[in-house]
């Protein structure tokens, strides 16, 4: 018998023996290996939440090796003789970096911040003290800023399927659990993200690459639509390619890409809040207890739509996790959340964000640097409140009502809630789509509106996007290129991840 497919509805808590029992009836086999393809909850009925499994099974070993090898894409080794700069060291910028280096290309990354440990020193430091630190913080560093995060790898974007794979492979090599290859809706966890990075930055490193922290790009040298150099903050360097995998929150290296001419547009981003609970009240409302066998913390993801108003969701969940502070500048106050692999602290907080576009505002000259400055001035508005990294909040249900709260519950975010009218502070049109969404969700949601909203969440995704040609360098570069979310054309980890990989495989085919 060769490979099968075998669909299977496990109990919660189930065993390995219980699984293989299972596969054996279907297969009517005892001697088989298996391979999880697909493992999800199915938890739309309280009363019978289990797992929902694909394996696939095979009758000898050999074929079990070879499915489970998981081939993604050939890279081929050559001396190119070329050097290529790559801006960042999150997903986008370091898979670009690994497979070109693998490939044979001379490769350097300059990360602006601190590595993973001296980072996570640092943000201690920045939440013990009040005091920002540049280098050091929850979106600068090794690994971007979804090293302090949940460390999410759903993506919806189409056609990545071999640069997915490269990465999740990769994950797995570094330390990642191979649970990742199959859960529906995998995820790392902050604690086992600052393993992982330094692991594959030894592996880039081990190839020859190299990597220069604290080192900041301040400016490109053009000649005749070329990138040939860098100034950066630790030195001149030249280059046959240069990559900015800066991220959606390095708006000092957008404001110098669009002064040396790299053409960006407007695009649709989201503005809105943190929401935080009680990990136990979300537990309840979607599962009916307060735990289940094997499951970490329930999820949720919440839409609402009503003509008139602005999209509402919530994003980025991070069940048993924490709000934190995710300015990436000093003087500027935004929220962001993160979670460890356990998921079993007291709190669940997700964005709730209104989808938005500038050309809404009127009398707004909607252009990238006067988005850039319209989303920097909010941040500030929010910081200048409290004059500190304490977060502006309410209530949700005094949000709903625009009521101001006059007290405030316990919060896993670090420094002090504030009490503040949020339905003043977030622009009007977002302030009324929320509350109407938030009302929703807390019919959808039992006890919801019993939870706190925090702070402003302005970082979901990039506020403008680059114009790309076909090789996906910048409009106008024949080898200047903007990748992850700083392109505007992808979010999170894995989307931001493919971004990378793909521009790695454009560079080794202008360059072949």
């Excluded at 669940?348 to 319209?374: H, K, Q, R, Y």
């Amino acid at each position: 018998m060769g490979e099968k497919k075998i669909d299977l509805k496990m109990r919660l808590g189930y065993s390995e023996e219980e699984l293989r029992s299972q596969i054996q009836k279907l297969y009517g086999r005892k001697d088989f290996f298996y391979i999880i393809e697909n493992k999800s909850l199915e938890a739309r009925k309280k009363s019978n939440i289990h797992w929902v499994m694909r394996v696939a099974v095979f009758a000898d070993k050999q074929s079990f090796k070879l499915a489970s090898e998981r081939e993604t894409f050939e890279i081929k080794y050559r001396n190119y003789g070329k050097k290529v700069l790559v801006v960042g060291s999150g997903p986008a910028g370091l898979f670009c970096a690994l497979v070109l280096q693998m490939a044979g290309f001379d490769t350097v990354i300059f990360e602006q911040g601190e590595d993973v440990d001296a980072r996570g020193r640092g943000i201690a430091s920045f939440e013990a003290s009040g005091v920002f630190e540049p280098g050091a913080n929850y979106c600068f560093g090794e690994g971007g800023a979804g090293t302090f995060s949940d460390g999410k790898l759903t993506s919806r974007s189409k056609r990545i399927n071999q640069e997915r794979d490269f990465i999740l492979k990769a994950y797995v090599e570094a330390g990642a659990s191979d649970e990742i290859l199959y859960m529906t809706h995998p995820h790392l966890g902050s604690d086992n993200l600052k393993i992982i990075v330094k692991n594959l930055r030894q592996r880039y490193v081990g190839l020859g690459g190299e990597i220069v922290f604290n080192s900041q790009v301040l400016d490109v040298v053009v000649k005749d639509s070329k990138i040939v150099g860098a100034k950066s903050s630790s030195g001149d360097f030249s280059c046959d390619y240069i990559v900015f995998a800066t991220g959606h929150s390095a708006y000092d290296t957008y404001r110098m890409l669009i002064g040396k001419g790299v053409a960006f547009q407007p695009k649709k981003f989201a503005i809105g809040a943190r929401v935080e609970h009680p990990r136990v009240l979300i537990n309840q409302a979607q599962w009916g207890v307060d735990s289940l066998p094997g499951i970490k913390a329930a999820e949720y993801r919440l839409t609402f739509n009503q003509d008139g108003l602005l999209p509402v969701y919530t994003f980025c969940m991070c069940p048993g996790g924490v709000v934190v502070p995710s300015a990436a500048y000093d003087g500027r106050n935004i929220v962001n959340g993160m979670s460890y692999y356990e998921r079993d602290l007291k709190f669940s907080n997700a964005a709730c964000v209104a989808g938005m576009d500038c050309s809404l505002i009127d009398g707004f000259e909607n252009t990238p640097l006067n988005i850039l400055s319209w989303v920097d001035d909010l941040e500030k508005k929010f910081y200048d409140y409290s004059g500190s990294f304490r977060a502006p909040s309410m209530r949700i249900s005094d949000f709903i009502k625009k009521k101001e709260s006059k007290s405030l519950s316990e919060s896993s975010y670090p420094f002090e809630l504030v009490p503040a009218p949020l339905f003043d502070m977030l622009p009007s049109f977002v302030a009324k789509s929320m509350a109407a969404g938030l009302a929703n969700f807390s019919r959808k949601i039992q006890g919801f509106e019993s939870g706190q909203i925090i702070g402003l969440e302005s970082k979901t995704s990039a506020p403008i996007q680059v114009i790309r040609g076909e090789s996906l360098a910048a409009t106008g570069f024949d080898n200047l290129f903007v990748a992850g979310e700083a392109s505007g054309l992808s979010g999170g980890i894995i989307s931001s991840g493919a971004d990378g990989v793909k521009i790695a495989r454009n560079i080794i085919r202008l360059s072949e």
